[in-house]
């Protein structure tokens, strides 16, 4: 079946740095790619998403590509703040299925001044 | 816009009692999702209900269960609580018309604890 796996958590990070979430998956066909974002005591909500191969997603400073032939689609930003601490989900939808997305577990991401 | 809202936030259970918990979806929306987001598990997903139908289920017991109502509102029921059960419950709505490159927004969530 289908499946996302994320690299483990805690992410901890000085505020500035450059941050990478690995996101790597598994599915038949072609599915799209999300990443969703929980701040503490909150529900998630879409950081970014693809589409198809290739495809780059961006929004806030986050970016993740759409790599078909690695089947990744790693998040990044360049220069991390404590208000970006949260817990980041990668996921994936495809059609013709179940229409439930597949979530990973998540990364939990700490950011210290 | 309103956003998805949840109620309670916060309940508080003992073991073998039934708790209900509601979901509004974002106005225009008429599918909702349940998940549960026990410690350290990640989400796993509920139940999907779409135009007032149960759509799909996800890998759990049938003392949960739930409806949707016309208005596109939705309860989650889980009866004979066990311990384990003690999680967050999140509900997402989306709009119904099933695509891949479909996008769900999320409720804060209800926090259930059973004791």
């Known amino acids: 079946g289908d499946s996302v796996t994320q690299m483990e958590g805690p992410v901890t990070l000085s505020e500035e740095a450059f941050l990478t979430i690995n996101c790597t998956y598994t599915?038949?066909?072609?599915?799209?790619l999300f990443w969703y974002v929980q701040y503490p005591g909150e529900g998630l909500q879409l950081l970014l998403k693809?589409?198809?191969?290739?495809d780059k997603g961006s929004n806030k400073g986050f970016e993740a590509t759409y790599r078909k032939e690695t089947t990744s689609f790693h998040l990044e930003k360049g220069s991390v703040q404590v208000s970006d601490s949260a817990v980041y989900f990668c996921?994936?939808?495809?059609?013709?299925?179940?229409?439930?997305?597949?979530f990973g577990r998540g990364t939990s991401l700490i950011v210290h001044p | 816009e309103a956003g998805v809202t949840q109620s309670p936030t916060h309940l508080i259970k003992t073991r073998g009692q039934q708790a209900t918990l509601r979901c509004s979806p974002i106005s225009g929306h008429t599918s909702v999702y349940w998940y549960q987001q026990a410690l350290g598990l990640g989400l796993q997903f509920l139940l999907w209900y779409d135009e007032g139908e149960e759509r799909n289920r996800g890998n759990f017991p049938p003392r949960f269960s739930g409806r949707q109502f016309p208005n596109y509102s939705s309860e989650l029921n889980v009866n004979a609580l066990e311990l384990e059960d003690s999680a967050l419950y999140l509900c997402a709505s989306s709009t119904g018309q099933p695509k891949r490159t479909d996008t769900q927004y999320f409720g804060p969530g209800t926090r259930l604890t059973v004791l």
């Open positions: 996921a994936l939808l495809k059609s013709g299925g179940s229409y439930i997305p597949t």
């Open positions: 693809a589409t198809k191969a290739d």
């Open positions: 599915a038949t066909g072609y599915p799209s």
